[in-house]
């Protein structure tokens, strides 16, 4: 069966800090990948997705960047934290030739605390 | 372009009673529609969706939703209210081909004992 694992759970950072969350999917080939962020009183917002490796597209210009360096894993990243980069932050995947009917898996979460 | 308006940020029901969820989409053409439930500090959970198939989708956990296209709504609903119900529920909405799952607010719903 297929798995998306992100870590850290909860995580807190002074701000210009960097950051790295990883998100990996096992039990599946190819995945298209999804960051979203969960501001406080908001809701889900779209950051980045990816539908192969090397393959990044960016949904709104913020502070923070996307990677796919591997075909399961999709990482995302800040040179330097700012203080309205703090979150809910969700991994989520879909399996390849799924169509838009199927929705998205999601993982569990990390939450970032910028101080 | 496409959105998803959840009336009511907060929702509080007594246990027993019925539980209703608004969402209304903005859509130029029939979207899919999805209902998903997030507990504190997890990930989101798919409760059920609408595929273009049944305007009636029944989901996990006794919840159900009805698709009406005149109305542009998908409402959640579930006609007894259990303690173990309380969450953050959120509706969203895609396009056929489409990358971007837009959801709505949310709604946070309580469960009175």
């Known amino acids: 069966s297929q798995t998306i694992h992100q870590w850290p759970a909860t995580l807190v950072q002074p701000v210009g800090s960097p950051l790295s969350l990883e998100c990996t999917v096992e039990?599946?080939?190819?995945?298209?990948l999804y960051w979203y962020r969960q501001a406080a009183g908001r809701g889900l917002q779209l950051l980045f997705y990816?539908?192969?490796?090397?393959?990044i597209s960016s949904e709104v210009p913020q502070n923070l960047s996307a990677s796919r360096p591997q075909d399961r894993q999709f990482i995302l990243s800040s040179k330097k934290l700012l203080l309205s980069d703090s979150g809910f932050y969700l991994c989520?995947?879909?399996?390849?030739?799924?169509?838009?009917?199927?929705?998205?898996?999601f993982g569990s979460g990390t939450r970032l605390t910028v101080v | 372009a496409q959105s998803v308006t959840q009336l009511g940020s907060h929702v509080s029901v007594s246990e027993g009673a019925l539980v209703l969820l608004r969402c209304n989409y903005s859509s130029s053409v029939p979207p899919y529609l999805f209902w998903y439930v997030q507990y504190p500090n997890q990930g989101l959970q798919l409760l059920l969706k609408?595929?273009?198939?049944?305007?009636l989708v029944k989901g996990i956990n006794g919840f159900e939703a009805e698709f009406k296209k005149s109305e542009t709504s998908f409402h959640l609903t579930k006609p007894s209210a259990h303690m173990s119900d309380a969450a953050e529920y959120f509706c969203a909405v895609i396009q056929t081909g489409a990358n971007n799952l837009f959801f709505g607010t949310g709604t946070r719903l309580t469960v009175i004992p």
């Open positions: 039990g599946t080939s190819n995945p298209n």
């Open positions: 989520a995947w879909r399996a390849p030739g799924q169509g838009s009917n199927y929705g998205y898996t």
């Open positions: 990816s539908v192969g490796i090397g393959q």
């Open positions: 609408y595929t273009s198939a049944a305007t």
